[in-house]
């Protein structure tokens, strides 16, 4: 098992461009959250899923983001529409009944908008 | 909202025990509190968690007051590699879902 996977691990793209991340999470997890981190604050969250179920979305989320977890197993996120203000490391996470053994983290990918 | 605050920074030599403070004064009874760490341009990475009885594991020790309104993490001898930022986090369900709400976290630095 090689933990959570997230790709690419740096994307830099045109305002106004859409971006796509895929996370793998460990196969046997069937919860799956990302988060957002901008430089020098915590991770915020941003979504969860169990199985396929998208179950929570943070008001962060605007109309721009979208997340999905077909067949609950991978995950994507997709923006549209890029801002500057998208900036930022994006984390995946995955678990296994609520966290008993604790939240897995990806390396995360590093989203730069010019 | 996060539900925890650390100090800004905290400094420990290294082969001494650090000793990290953190308040969660506001938690629900049913949240647990949980460490990560994390080492710039790396996602964080789980050191250990607990609801109301101290716990122990190969990495820290988790040590929780009994009105659990704060806790100290405990790494038994510090080492370089230990410098990350440190982020307490009371881990939130609500309405068939969960997350970890973190704060900003605490910088630990150790020192040769």
């Known amino acids: 098992d090689t933990g959570v996977s997230q790709n690419p691990r740096h994307k830099i793209t045109k305002r106004g461009q859409n971006v796509t991340f895929r996370c793998d999470p460990i196969?046997?997890?069937?919860?799956l959250y990302w988060y957002r981190q901008t430089l020098g604050q915590g991770p915020e969250f941003l979504t969860y899923f169990q199985n396929e179920a998208q179950l929570e979305k943070s008001r962060l989320l605007s109309d721009r983001f979208s997340a999905e977890r077909p067949k609950g197993s991978f995950s994507t996120l997709e923006i549209q529409r890029t801002e500057q203000g998208d900036s930022a490391m994006y984390l995946c996470a995955s678990s296994l009944n609520r966290g008993s053994y604790g939240y897995t983290f990806g390396s995360g990918t590093r989203l730069t908008v010019v | 909202d996060a539900k925890t605050t650390q100090p800004t920074s905290m400094d420990c030599a290294e082969g001494r025990a650090a000793n990290l403070p953190c308040n969660h004064s506001t938690i629900s009874g049913n949240e647990y509190v949980y460490w990560y760490r994390q080492i710039h341009s790396q996602g964080p990475q789980y050191i250990i968690h607990?609801?109301?009885n101290n716990e122990t594991n190969e990495m820290a020790s988790l040590i929780i007051t009994e009105d659990r309104k704060s806790s100290t993490l405990i790494l038994p001898h510090a080492t370089l590699r230990d410098t990350a930022v440190y982020y307490c986090i009371v881990r939130v369900e609500q309405g068939g879902s969960e997350k970890l709400v973190f704060g900003k976290g605490m910088k630990l630095t150790v020192n040769p």
């Open positions: 607990g609801l109301k």
């Open positions: 196969s046997e997890h069937n919860r």
